[in-house]
């Protein structure tokens, strides 16, 4: 049976070794300015997932994934003599894509707020076509006339007893 909270210790431990590793040992000039954002481990604890963000354009990109991949042997044994389990994880970089999808969610609120302003401005003077409350009210002449719905002795009409109506 596999142990989440054991896989999600040895990831948060991955993250922390690989991210030491990469500052102080790997001198790769193609790394760039690299940030591990995250790790996951399988449930067996046989494969490892890497995330890591770089700051730069898509050259920039590609060489730090380039480094990374060469370097990846030197993690991986960083990784197993630090975390002193019986089989190492097998390492995988991926490049996260949360930088990227924030990038698109602050567009798309942008673009919001541009069509709220607009609706602002176009809206700005005008009046409800049915004025300011476009319900019916009951008028008070209506209240103090007394008038019920239903008939003129005050009954619904709704038979409630089961019985023929007289």
Do not use: C, H, W
Not at 3 to 32: M, S, W
Not at 130 to 150: C, I, M, N, S
């Amino acid at each position: 049976m596999t142990d989440n909270a054991r896989a999600r210790k040895l990831a948060d431990r991955i993250q922390v070794v690989v991210a030491e590793t990469l500052d102080r040992r790997i001198k790769d000039p193609r790394l760039g300015f690299v940030t591990i954002t995250d790790a996951r481990v399988t449930g067996d604890l046989r494969e490892a997932t890497v995330f890591y963000t770089v700051y730069g354009d898509d050259e920039e990109r590609a060489a730090s994934a380039a480094a990374l991949e060469s370097a990846k042997g030197v993690l991986r044994s960083e990784v197993g003599r630090q975390t002193g389990v019986r089989f190492t994880p097998t390492l995988a970089f991926v490049p996260d894509a949360l930088p990227d999808n924030a990038r698109t969610i602050e567009d798309l609120l942008d673009k919001a707020r541009a069509k709220d302003a607009e609706v602002r401005n176009v809206s700005t003077g005008k009046t409800y076509a049915a004025g300011a409350d476009p319900y019916r009210k009951p008028d008070a002449d209506d209240e103090a006339d007394g008038e019920t719905e239903g008939g003129a002795d005050g009954t619904t009409g709704g038979n409630t007893n089961g019985a023929a109506a007289e």
